[in-house]
């Protein structure tokens, strides 16, 4: 037992001491040839994973980009200095999923309990959203008595208008997208507020515009509106059961409360019918979109408004599922995966997330699950490919939705959400309103997008593993999909809670409605 003390004391002593040997890393200037080094090793990487990297750059442009930036480098510099340097580079790709990010501090087991104990990081009280060139608070989960929709006039002191140009430079959307920025960085200011100063935000002096003058709050960590400061109901095994169900159908988000997908009918007799995607990640979509579309067919639903708006994106299986809803013809879905070579996905990160005993089996699955991915691949005129179940020829389901479908998109509608949009406008099934999508019409490079991180500055890249495109093309290189109706909302609009594309859908579907009825007589 003693013996078993001093191993666990031991192995605890060196976890602390190695967490403070890395954020002391993190502070510290980093000699100017080991910068270069991460320099050199950052593209490096990029050439051996990335399989689509000289599509929106031509390879001497790139190399160009490379090769200035190592010899812009002639003082030390932090990893966080570094990051900001790197992401302009990298962004010149033109490609959303891949992404640099600086490594922040680390903290220990006890210090994660005492900061749990103070409760929700500041950032996380609130929803954010850019429009008009201001940024405005969409929801307040915080104590404090602040109204939705009112204007951040700065943060710490710092204006959202004078960071946001700062972000962009930074971040990539797909190709030559623009829409991307203001909607991706608006919904994630405090994503990016976080990584330019390069730690976690406990404290954040909020100056609003309240009634025409400003106002200062003061927002720390709290436990307001957690778990920890409301009743638990008792729930019989059953119920709990029952819960858990229904949550993970609808796709139940913990931190803010609300469900990831709902289905609900905008009129008396059902004849239309509005299905919210936020994402397609979490929870048992398939049980949702099987019950949906069951109610719809049901209900002999005739208008279907799908909405993808501020959608990131997600699993490439739940978007496959909800289109095999959406269309009467056998169809595929999207092409085989493009890949830099036959072991591209060996670098995929495997064992992400699993526990110990999750790790153990998928130990014994590694001699399976490697080879499987190494033989499914193929050459064909110095392209790599590699083949998927979503590539090959599917049927429709049987209660497919064949009435006038409508999608809602806009710059946040990214990844996934275009993946699917491209099928859908590229044989003309649904009725696009909004604005272009951040996610580019003929396909973006992801799949799998393992970590990487440059062994000096500690900063990390995401990189894609392989292009996922949909089976419809565009001939616009990097673009994403263009609304058939396009419908920029204003601040007005959300002050006074008007959803402008929405609203138009409706006013088309009425205009529709009053045509028929006209025509309905003169064919008796």
Not at 229 to 235: A, E, G, R, T, V
Request: some cysteine; glycine content about 6%; proline content about 4%.
């Amino acid at each position: 037992m003693k013996n078993i003390i001093i191993l666990f004391g031991t192995l605890f002593l060196f976890s602390c001491q190695s967490i403070k040997k890395f954020n002391q890393q993190l502070t510290a200037p980093i000699a100017v040839d080991k910068l270069q080094k991460d320099v050199d090793y950052s593209y490096q990487k990029l050439k051996q994973l990335h399989p689509k990297l000289y599509w929106y750059i031509s390879k001497e442009k790139l190399d160009y980009k490379f090769d200035s930036l190592k010899k812009a480098i002639q003082q030390p510099m932090t990893g966080l200095a570094f990051y900001k340097e790197l992401s302009q580079v990298v962004k010149s790709v033109g490609q959303g999923h891949l992404s640099v990010s600086p490594s922040l501090p680390k903290f220990t087991k006890k210090e994660i309990q005492v900061l749990t104990k103070k409760g929700k990081l500041p950032f996380l009280q609130f929803d954010f959203e850019y429009i008009d060139n201001k940024l405005i608070i969409s929801k307040n989960r915080s104590r404090h008595n602040i109204k939705e929709n009112t204007e951040v006039v700065s943060i710490n002191s710092e204006r959202p208008s004078d960071l946001i140009p700062i972000y962009s430079k930074r971040i990539a959307s797909d190709g030559f997208n623009t829409t991307f920025y203001s909607t991706y960085l608006g919904k994630h200011f405090g994503t990016y507020f976080t990584l330019d100063k390069g730690k976690v935000q406990d404290s954040l002096q909020l100056l609003l515009k309240l009634d025409g003058k400003d106002s200062l709050f003061v927002v720390k960590r709290d436990t307001f509106g957690s778990n920890s400061n409301q009743k638990k109901l008792k729930l019989s095994k059953k119920e709990r059961k029952e819960k858990a169900k229904f949550n993970s159908k609808y796709g139940f988000n913990s931190l803010t409360k609300t469900f990831t997908r709902e289905l609900k009918f905008l009129d008396k007799d059902s004849l239309t019918a509005m299905m919210s995607i936020k994402a397609f990640s979490n929870g048992n979509s398939h049980d949702f979109y099987e019950d949906a579309f069951n109610q719809l067919s049901e209900a002999n639903t005739k208008n279907l408004i799908i909405d993808l708006r501020n959608n990131g994106g997600g699993r490439l299986n739940e978007i496959a599922d909800l289109y095999s809803y959406l269309v009467s013809e056998p169809y595929v879905f999207i092409d085989d995966y493009e890949v830099v070579s036959k072991t591209s996905f060996l670098h995929m990160n495997y064992f992400k997330g699993s526990g110990y005993i999750t790790k153990f089996f998928k130990i014994l699955g590694a001699p399976i699950f490697y080879p499987l991915f190494y033989f499914k691949t193929r050459k064909e005129e110095n392209v790599t490919y590699l083949s998927n179940r979503h590539s090959k020829l599917c049927n429709p389901k049987p209660n497919n939705f064949k009435g006038k479908m409508y999608v809602l998109i806009n710059g946040g509608s990214f990844s996934a959400s275009s993946i699917i949009s491209s099928n859908l406008k590229s044989n003309q099934r649904a009725f696009f309103v909004g604005k272009e999508t951040g996610g580019a019409y003929n396909g973006t490079v992801a799949a799998q997008i393992p970590l990487v991180q440059l062994p000096n500055s500690k900063v990390n890249l995401r990189i894609g593993l392989a292009l996922v495109s949909a089976t419809g093309k565009t001939n616009i290189e990097g673009r994403g999909i263009f609304p058939d109706k396009e419908i920029s909302p204003t601040l007005d609009d959300r002050k006074n809670n008007i959803d402008p594309e929405l609203t138009w859908i409706l006013e088309d579907i009425r205009r529709e409605k009053e045509v028929e009825l006209l025509i309905k007589p003169q064919n008796k």
